[in-house]
């Protein structure tokens, strides 16, 4: 189903088009990600920015989009909630810091250790994630102050919105590729949804709101109202002593004159522009101490290891989308480099956007050009075109993230999941189930890699065996075949008879390796066993890897090597 990312070539046209079609679609994640995450809406928002632009210059994959995500937000919301928003920005530099590390190190190409069925896993799990996360733009603020489903009117009109969207992504290209379909798309809808907005029928509109067709200003505002809301609830709580378990479930704790006067409380704020974290007036700077690195070193690392994870997942989804490779190391100290440049303008961090960099792809976006078009687009819309963000209506957004899901999911696993190992099978449907029940991308790949090590470690572990046969009479020798490491040591153990052997025995090890010290401590005490029957053991065929390895075992393996020109054995006294 990749293949639906059309292939394109680089161009500054399909760069510059594809970079404001993205710009939009960041618009309302990286907001619903500050709502997770605890902070403000703009601290999302700049923080897209920040990431997408120095990504976009400094990563190793062109094309690819970075901003504020949801897998890094879970992490973050745990950190402002138990020691607050002051910690947050150095944990964000610290976590940045440790990137460029790893990417210094040359770490980045360890992603080749990343199973084919855990890829698949992986990007089904997330189709399945922007799926599900698009059901928030379906609802509305209620009488209760809680987010609810549309109905009646309003529910059809945002339905037939959302198809009409996907109907042009589909349908423009075979008419014109002039002009990115998902741009055109948003576009047109949004030019219908500003009609119907003008001149429908006040009994069309949902109570509280102002408009028919609910925009992204519309959403920001209902998530914020709805956020009062509970604040206001768990403060009269608070005070009251009394415990939320004992509140009758349709019982709200404030009543719908309180409600309404939270609701109308909460006006949209205009926040200042980025500016460097130790100098924002806003916020309380945490001490520069040992006891502050303890507190943001285990976030700091998590976050790292969730933003290079997911950042280098999407580079080898987009390496094959485009049939170009990109650079795993580079791309680890451009996504560190902008986490620090987040972090001290007062960001919360991010990584690569999967649904956001398919966007781009399918749109022909493939340069460098692409992304900081995308992160430049968003700083101008939010700074000084917020009029034009508001009118874009949010049915065109989920259209295009519809069309998203349906491209990244590979739908040939519906119908070759019983063409390939069982084993496979069972890794992509835990990793995808685990993506989608905890929206943690980075437990769910490393959960995958562990399981598939597992069982291919069991799989050769079953799979050790010997040819056995007799040389002058008097000498058995074991043809072994299958690696030698420490999930298959017992079954060479049971291969070998050091009571009924002869006095002459050879293991060959042309067709096996020795791997580990788990290999080793079993053939020392094999020859141990041989020794205290009195009988000689040689080993043969080792290779000089396995030499070696033996060799800086020392009195760990107690061998001593020497070479029979007419056997090429090694002997163990």
């Known amino acids: 189903m990749l293949a639906f990312f059309s292939k394109h070539k680089a161009s500054v046209k399909d760069d510059v088009l594809s970079g404001l079609t993205v710009s939009l679609a960041l618009v309302p994640e990286a907001v619903a990600f500050a709502f997770v995450a605890g902070v403000p809406p703009t601290v999302g928002l700049y923080s897209a920015f920040f990431i997408g632009f120095v990504s976009a210059l400094a990563g190793g994959r062109p094309g690819m989009i970075s901003g504020a995500t949801g897998a890094m937000a879970v992490v973050i919301v745990s950190l402002v909630a138990m020691h607050g928003i002051q910690y947050l920005f150095p944990a964000v530099i610290l976590c940045g810091l440790l990137q460029v590390t790893v990417g210094v190190l040359r770490l980045g190409k360890l992603i080749r250790l990343v199973p084919h069925s855990v890829m698949l896993g992986f990007v089904n799990g997330l189709a399945i994630v922007i799926g599900l996360a698009q059901i928030g733009s379906f609802k509305t603020l209620g009488a209760d102050g809680t987010m609810t489903f549309l109905s009646g009117t309003p529910m059809t009109i945002m339905i ?7 109907a042009v992504i589909v349908l423009l290209p075979k008419l014109t590729k002039a002009v990115p379909s998902s741009l055109a798309a948003i576009i047109m809808v949004s030019v219908i949804a500003v009609g119907i907005n003008k001149f429908a029928p006040e009994n069309w509109i949902p109570a509280g709101q102002n408009n028919v067709v609910q925009t992204v200003d519309d959403l920001m505002m209902n998530n914020l109202k709805a956020k009062a809301v509970t604040e206001a609830e768990q403060k009269a709580l608070a005070s009251e002593k009394v415990d939320a378990t004992e509140q009758p479930a349709a019982t709200s704790v404030l009543n719908e004159t309180q409600i309404a006067t939270v609701v109308a409380s909460v006006q949209p704020a205009k926040e200042p522009l980025p500016m460097l974290f130790f100098l924002d007036s806003r916020y309380v700077l945490a001490p520069f101490s040992w006891e502050t690195l303890l507190i943001i070193l285990p976030f700091s690392l998590i976050l790292a290891g969730v933003g290079l994870i997911e950042s280098l997942m999407t580079l080898t989804l987009i390496d094959e989308i485009t049939e170009t490779r990109g650079s795993g190391n580079r791309e680890c100290i451009g996504q560190g480099a902008a986490n620090i440049v987040c972090g001290l303008f007062g960001g919360m961090g991010g990584c690569a956007m999967i649904g956001q960099s398919l966007i781009n792809v399918n749109s022909g976006g493939r340069g460098r050009l692409s992304g900081v078009v995308g992160a430049v687009g968003l700083l101008v819309l939010v700074v000084l075109l917020k009029p034009v963000i508001s009118m874009v209506p949010m049915a065109a957004l989920v259209g295009v993230m519809f069309m998203v899901v349906i491209g990244t999911f590979e739908w040939s696993t519906l119908h070759t999941w019983n063409r390939v190992p069982k084993s496979d099978v069972l890794v992509m449907v835990l990793v995808a189930g685990y993506t989608v029940l905890f929206h943690n991308l980075a437990v769910a790949v490393l959960l995958g890699i562990i399981v598939q090590a597992l069982i291919f470690a069991w799989h050769h572990a079953t799979h050790m065996m010997a040819d056995i046969h007799f040389e002058d009479d008097d000498k058995k020798v074991y043809q072994l075949h299958g690696p030698l490491f420490f999930a298959s040591v017992s079954s060479f153990r049971e291969l070998l008879d050091p009571v009924n052997d002869p006095p002459i025995v050879a293991i060959d090890f042309y ?63």
């Open 160 to 166: 037939g919105l959302v198809a009409l969207t996907m």
């Open 511 to 573: 067709f096996s390796r020795v791997y580990d010290q788990s290999a080793i401590e079993a053939i020392n005490k094999i020859a141990e066993r041989y020794r205290q029957e009195g009988k000689c053991l040689h080993l043969r065929n080792l290779n000089a890897d396995c030499k070696r390895l033996i060799e800086r075992a020392g009195d760990l393996a107690e061998v001593d090597i020497s070479e029979d020109q007419h056997y090429h054995i090694t002997k163990m006294i």
